[in-house]
């Protein structure tokens, strides 16, 4: 059953220079227990829209649209609501743990607060499950760790203190937003790792924001591709891992460390294709088609504004070139 | 953790008394016999020589240092020129004044500072933020003597609630020495805190910028909540900071505001020991004062530590 439903949601950012729009029209579903990758590069609006769910927009940004929680709607819901929804129903990891934590409170005392906000819990027993919490995901000599402050931790301890504090309440939905990015790259794969576990053994529904194709394959059910501002492709992960349509996505594919090369040894790898240009400055996008002014292959069509194509079961690309070529 | 208060405090001791030899070397080296200057160009030269012998001038330099380094630490601190009582006596007598109004001052500036600068940082760029800056821009601008005599029109002239001036005495009156200092202390806490204000509202603002402010939001804190529990404590390194500027400030005696109100204050004793040559006086009252600042920066380090515990490492 459909636990989060997104429809034409859009964000727009008030600036010296007038009014931005970050997100346009983006639509999206998530099951109960599914997981879903919303894949980008920087500035593409995956950020925006994982704010825009968790109703932390910043103030200079306003928005249309409903987002659809269990059948309400949070862009409608006041402060209040809101409040009492975060970090109990809805959670959210950041991208980097080494500012996400407050540096003059103990790792014990901030995970315990998410306790003691939405579950009354008095708080030495919050501390005593904020322990549980951090032997869970893998923190070690968490009892002692309760009275540490995060600069004593290592990124990695860091980040797992941010998955606790978000797991505490068992939300419904978990919003990761590039959560392994700032980590060491050896460090990547077992919070990627915990996180899919912990996702799997809560029953929670997961929204993974990543630029990495690779981290969508291994945990994702689904994937919503985002280019300046739009969801240009969305399916399946193993549909679009099998049949990409759009060619932004095929260009990040083509942009992606093969796993031949993953040595990562300098010179073992080969040189990595990129997709020429840049992303289009949000205040003067282009007319048409957001992509065309990097797309191999865009005509003259590609100025007017893409048709939304379905290319299979549940698999949509916005493009108006969708199977011209191959 | 130990550690870092152990070296905080030699550190501390050094600067103690690294600025006792300044101040020491800076009065010797003075052009002219002290006792000249003291008694001034048309003392006799019986007279000049008396107060020598009675100053220990003929003494080595060293000797005489160590000597005002030991009276500082058995209080015993020479007899002042012009008073004719002990300089301790005299001290004591003038921190009875300035110490109450600074702590006062003090409090008062907190308090207003705190609740208009969070004030005007969580209203950022709407109304209550304008109003706030405005005031503060004109408690900046605002020449806290001509405040002070504006003050002592409306309340003590006016309306009759205040004195004018003058200090009872603890001993005789201790609430009207109270009283007495209500209006001084007021006139030093409006400038005060409208310069806190804007650095507790810069700095609040630039702390519900951070990540972790937004954890907080995240975890199910309402904007208010956040400010308060997440925010406040990060920003308040920088407040602490002026505030110990300024309570320094307020501690080394108020010259101007002092004089406006008749207050005998420390800030009036250097005055009249300057103009009254009494170098005696002069050095010690100017040597506690720098040990005041001193005293009062060694204490703000520790509030750092105390505030943030990335700080109790020792580096």
């Given at each position: 059953m459909t636990l989060l439903a997104v429809e034409g949601l859009n964000v727009t950012l008030a600036t010296d220079a007038g009014p931005v729009a970050v997100v346009h029209d983006v639509g999206f579903t998530l099951d109960r227990?599914?997981?879903?990758?919303?894949?980008?590069?920087s500035g593409c609006g995956k950020t925006m829209t994982a704010l825009a769910l968790m109703g932390l927009l910043p103030e200079a940004a306003r928005t249309a649209g409903r987002i659809l929680f269990d059948g309400e709607d949070l862009l409608a819901a006041d402060e209040a609501r809101l409040c009492s929804l975060r970090g109990d129903r809805l959670a959210m990891i950041f991208q980097e743990p080494t500012t996400a934590l407050n540096p003059v409170h103990t790792v014990g005392h901030q995970v315990a607060e998410v306790l003691m906000l939405h579950r009354d819990m008095a708080e030495t027993a919050a501390l005593a499950e904020a322990r549980r919490l951090l032997d869970m995901v893998g923190?070690?000599?968490?009892?002692?760790?309760?009275?540490a402050y995060p600069h004593q931790l290592s990124g990695g301890q860091r980040q797992r203190v941010m998955i606790a504090m978000?797991?505490?309440c068992k939300p419904d939905i978990l919003v990761a937003d590039e959560p392994t990015t700032a980590l060491d790259v050896t460090v990547q794969a077992q919070i990627l790792d915990l996180i899919g576990e912990l996702v799997r053994e809560l029953g929670m529904a997961l929204v993974l924001i990543t630029h990495d194709l690779g981290v969508v394959?291994?945990?994702?059910?689904?994937v919503a591709v985002m280019y300046a501002g739009r969801v240009v492709e969305s399916g399946p992960t193993?549909?679009?891992f099998a049949k990409r349509a759009h060619p932004y996505t095929q260009g990040l594919f083509k942009a992606r460390p093969s796993h031949a090369g993953q040595g990562r040894a300098a010179g073992t790898a080969a040189r990595l294709a990129t997709i020429p240009g840049l992303v289009p400055d949000p205040r003067s996008p282009p007319p048409g088609c957001a992509f065309a002014p990097r797309c191999p292959h865009a005509i003259e069509i590609c100025r007017r504004p893409p048709p939304l194509v379905a290319i299979g079961e549940s698999h949509d690309a916005l493009c108006h070139r969708v199977g011209e070529w191959t | 953790m130990s550690a870092v208060i152990v070296r905080r405090l030699l550190a501390f001791l050094a600067t103690l008394l690294a600025t006792s030899i300044v101040v020491f070397v800076v009065l010797e080296v003075l052009p002219g016999d002290p006792a000249q200057v003291m008694l001034g160009v048309d003392a006799e030269p019986d007279a000049v020589a008396r107060l020598r012998e009675k100053l220990g001038l003929e003494r080595p330099t060293t000797v005489r240092y160590f000597d005002w380094l030991l009276g500082f630490a058995t209080g015993n601190l020479g007899e002042s020129y012009t008073y004719s009582v002990p300089v301790l006596e005299l001290i004591v007598e003038r921190l009875a004044v300035t110490v109450p109004l600074a702590l006062i001052a003090m409090l008062l500036t907190t308090i207003i500072a705190l609740?208009?600068?969070?004030?005007?940082?969580?209203?950022?760029?709407r109304p209550g933020d304008w109003g706030v800056m405005l005031f503060a821009q004109l408690g900046i601008a605002m020449p806290n003597f001509w405040f002070g005599i504006l003050l002592v029109l409306l309340f003590a002239v006016t309306l009759g609630w205040f004195n004018?001036?003058?200090f009872p005495g603890w001993e005789d009156d201790a609430l009207a020495s109270f009283q007495a200092l209500l209006l001084p202390a007021v006139s030093l806490a409006i400038v005060q805190s409208a310069i806190l204000a804007r650095v507790t509202r810069s700095s609040v603002l630039d702390v519900l910028r951070e990540d972790y402010v937004r954890t907080a939001r995240a975890k199910g804190l309402s904007k208010r909540?956040?400010?308060w529990r997440h925010g406040l404590r990060n920003a308040l390194i920088p407040v602490v900071t002026v505030m110990g500027l300024q309570f320094a400030f307020l501690l080394s005696g108020t010259i101007i505001i002092e004089n406006v109100f008749y207050l005998p204050g420390l800030g009036r004793l250097i005055f009249q020991s300057i103009s009254q040559r009494d170098l005696v006086v002069v050095k010690d009252v100017v040597m506690l004062m720098v040990a005041k600042v001193v005293i009062i920066n060694f204490v703000i380090d520790l509030l750092y530590v105390v505030i943030d515990p990335r700080l109790r490492t020792a580096r």
């Open positions: 227990r599914e997981t879903l990758g919303i894949v980008g590069e923190l070690p000599r968490a009892a002692e760790r309760l009275a978000a797991l505490a394959g291994q945990v994702t059910d689904r193993e549909a679009i | 609740a208009a600068g969070v004030f005007a940082a969580a209203h950022h760029n004018a001036g003058g909540a956040a400010l």
